[in-house]
């Protein structure tokens, strides 16, 4: 079974500043799908950024970029010019692009982020 | 709005009650799934529908039924309550052969008491 895992339980970050969420997972599959997503305290679950490991380049999506390094199983996400928006809890999450998984999604504990002034 | 509406919001329960959380979605989505959001764990997941008349266990299906009704509903029912049950429930859905995406209800935070 897959595993991902976020070691920074907390993270700040001081507005304008970048900063970089960590996120591990483990795997024996080739071929699979790597997520960060944005919870802010709405609840609301916000996709912010998605990688295909059979890309060799970084997704980026404005603000927000990641680091994929495939060997390492590591896919960490950079936010720059931090703002006070940006203060939510983070996950990372995995999935198996093999068909028969019904795509399940397999979340990290989550980093929270706060923004300070 | 196009989207997957849960329902409650907000629920209280005492221990032993029963209760069943609703999800539908719209979008004509196959696949539904059923996650648990506890402070310190992420969500993890508890049943899935993979398409119509389907459901399988996630991780953490113990004290859980689903019924998967239609292909816009996906219900999850608990039986008899327990305090170990508090949380936050998500649904989710997604077309899968496509490169769509996952689209998440709001939520519903349960309390047993």
């Known amino acids: 079974a897959q595993t991902v895992t976020q070691s920074q339980p907390e993270m700040s970050v001081q507005e304008a500043e970048t900063v970089t969420l960590s996120c591990t997972y483990d795997?024996?599959?080739?071929?699979?799908?790597l997520f960060w997503y944005k919870q802010p305290p709405s609840r609301q679950m916000i996709l912010v950024i998605r990688q295909e490991a059979y890309k060799q380049q970084n997704a980026t999506e404005n603000r927000f970029s990641v680091n994929f390094q495939k060997a390492a199983k590591s896919f960490s996400l950079k936010i720059s010019d931090s703002q006070l928006g940006d203060a939510a809890m983070y996950f990372c999450a995995y999935r198996s692009a093999f068909t028969g998984t019904a795509s399940k999604l397999t979340f990290g504990t989550g980093t929270r982020l706060q923004v300070t002034l | 709005n196009a989207g997957v509406t849960q329902t409650p919001k907000f629920q209280v329960l005492k221990t032993g009650q029963s209760m069943t959380l609703q999800c539908a979605q719209d979008?004509?989505?196959?696949?539904m799934y059923w996650y648990r959001q506890d402070p310190g764990m992420g969500l993890r997941l508890i049943y899935y529908s993979a398409s119509e008349g389907t459901t399988d266990k996630g991780e953490v299906p113990n004290g859980y039924n689903v019924s998967r009704l239609n292909k816009r509903e996906f219900s999850l029912r608990l039986e008899s309550a327990a305090p170990s049950q508090t949380s936050v429930y998500f649904c989710?859905?997604?077309?899968?052969?496509?490169?769509?995406?996952?689209?998440f209800g709001s939520g519903t935070r349960l309390t047993v008491v």
């Open positions: 979008m004509n989505h196959n696949s």
């Open positions: 795997t024996s599959e080739s071929d699979y799908y």
């Open positions: 989710a859905s997604r077309l899968t052969g496509t490169n769509y995406g996952y689209t």
